[in-house]
């Protein structure tokens, strides 16, 4: 399901928190089940702050994540690395249900959205 369409139905925009929080109740799983992928550093430190982990997808070396932000849970360089971060590789990647709860939240943050 597509998080920009939520937003509208949210009536917010990323990277509010209840943007994300709207579109995780719709989807009718907890916070840990959804992950935000992105290559814009703005967007997935909305995510997080809304209790979601973060994926950073820099495809251009010379745009490093920022310092003024949380760092992300993880960062690859396309999104295919995410496909490999999450071990989904083959009829695997198709199926939700197989999805891995993969990258471990880091310590001392929380799940729960504020």
């Known amino acids: 399901m597509c998080i920009c369409c939520l937003t ?5 925009w990323k990277p509010f928190q209840s943007s994300y929080i709207y579109a995780v109740k719709q989807l009718g799983v907890s916070e840990d089940r959804v992950l935000m992928v992105a290559s814009h550093p703005w967007d997935i ?3 997080m702050q809304a ?6 997808v ?4 010379a745009e ?4 003024y ?7 690859v360089t396309s999104f295919a690395g995410v496909v490999e971060l999450l ?3 083959g009829p695997a990647a198709l199926a ?6 993969a990258l471990p939240r880091p310590a001392g943050t929380s799940a729960s959205a504020q």
């Not at 209790?51 to 950073?56: A, D, F, K, T």
């Not at 490093?64 to 310092?67: E, N, V």
């Not at 939700?96 to 709860?101: C, G, I, L, N, V």
């Open 8 to 12: 509208l139905l949210a009536q917010a």
């Open 45 to 47: 430190a909305g995510a």
């Open 51 to 56: 209790g979601l982990r973060g994926v950073y």
């Open 58 to 61: 820099q495809r251009n070396p």
């Open 64 to 67: 490093a994540w920022p310092d």
């Open 69 to 75: 932000l949380p760092a992300p849970d993880a960062t």
């Open 87 to 89: 071990g989904l590789t």
């Open 96 to 101: 939700p249900a197989t999805a891995p709860a």
